[in-house]
């Protein structure tokens, strides 16, 4: 089973900041790696998959980077609809799975 | 306009199953595979199994192989999972989401909520 490990645990934003959110395989997924937003109460949303390609109804300052083992997620510039839990997975092998998450939080 | 809605979800004591199921509309459910996917209370998302859209291909999870049967009716546009031998672990919020391929679930319900308690 391939592990995903994200950090941090927390990230502490002022709106309008940057944040840089990492993801980290065990093994190479290759480009097969989504990234999902979760708010409190509600299901996840798919964010970005293929690595870099944002889903349907998210705005260009969500991108996502990387290939192999690292991945990155950044919001250039924080808006208060922004604070969420995030999620990578991989889906290169069965079992798909998913990292332990990054909280978003207001500074 | 895309809709999941599960349904099945409750409260059974430990050994006990519960079939829950995913009403689909909005789309052609019988052309997407499809998944269930949980969350236990405050952690993080485990996925549970998978499922083709002509349920040549079936996955499950290890922690629920040989407990859990994923099925489809694509006549009723509707996925189930059957849940046997319940245990407290298995304690969480089940969504059903559609994959817009494979692994990567694009549309999710709400979900319904398994309690395994005495």
């Known amino acids: 089973e391939i592990v995903m490990t994200q950090s941090p645990a927390t990230l502490s934003v002022s709106p309008g900041e940057r944040a840089t959110l990492s993801c980290r395989a065990s093994?190479?997924?290759?480009?097969?790696l989504a990234w999902y937003q979760q708010k409190p109460g509600q299901a996840p949303r798919l964010l970005i998959y293929?690595?870099?390609t944002r889903a349907t109804g998210f705005p260009v300052r969500f991108s996502g980077s990387g290939s192999g083992t690292e991945f990155t997620l950044t919001i250039s510039s924080l808006q208060s609809e922004d604070f969420a839990v995030y999620y990578c997975q991989q889906y290169n092998s069965w079992p798909w799975t998913f990292g332990q998450g990054t909280k978003v939080e207001i500074k | 306009e895309v809709q999941l809605v599960e349904s099945g979800g409750g409260l059974v004591q430990p050994g006990g199953s519960l079939r829950l199921s995913c009403a689909a509309s909005?789309?052609?459910?019988?052309?997407?595979?499809m998944n269930w996917v949980r969350q236990a209370p405050g952690k993080g998302l485990e996925w549970v199994s998978y499922?083709?859209?002509?349920?040549?291909?079936?996955y499950y999870a290890d922690s629920v192989k040989g407990r859990f049967t994923i099925s489809r009716d694509n006549a009723k546009n509707s996925l189930y999972l059957q849940m046997n031998s319940l245990r407290a672990e298995d304690t969480a919020v089940y969504y059903c989401?559609?994959?817009?391929?494979?692994?990567?679930?694009?549309?999710w319900g709400q979900g319904t909520l398994v309690t395994v308690s005495s």
């Open positions: 093994q190479s997924v290759s480009s097969n």
């Open positions: 989401a559609r994959d817009l391929v494979r692994g990567i679930p694009d549309y």
């Open positions: 909005g789309f052609t459910f019988s052309s997407y595979s």
């Open positions: 499922i083709s859209s002509g349920s040549s291909t079936i």
């Open positions: 293929g690595a870099s």
